[in-house]
């Protein structure tokens, strides 16, 4: 259906997302972050063109979720990124919940 929800493979391609949808992933060191295993960046496409960009924090919780920063004020993902995600969330992050409904890792 033309969406892609992929983790980058480099370095050079969170700069290039940051660029294209003038993200801070460069400024805000999201590349120490995922380097030292705090978060993972997770990277949404719609027919080859950048629209999103998610951050897995630890135990699988979805952190940040942004479209295209050029508007702070407009900025949130589509509806159609939003599914795109969740869909891969379901298909790859696993929540276990303990009996009293706190989430583990």
Do not use: H
Not at 90 to 97: S, Y
């Amino acid at each position: 259906n033309g969406w892609r929800v992929y983790v980058p493979e480099s370095a050079e391609d969170i700069v290039r997302q940051a660029e294209a949808l003038k993200q801070c992933l460069v400024s805000a060191d999201y590349i120490g972050k995922v380097i030292k295993g705090e978060s993972v960046l997770v990277f949404v496409s719609f027919r080859g063109r950048p629209v999103a960009t998610a951050e897995i924090l630890p135990g699988g919780k979805l952190g940040q979720f942004y479209g295209n920063e050029a508007d702070r004020s407009r900025c949130a993902p589509t509806k159609a990124a939003k599914e795109a995600m969740a869909a891969w969330q379901a298909k790859f992050i696993k929540i276990k919940k303990t009996k009293a409904g706190k989430e583990a890792a």
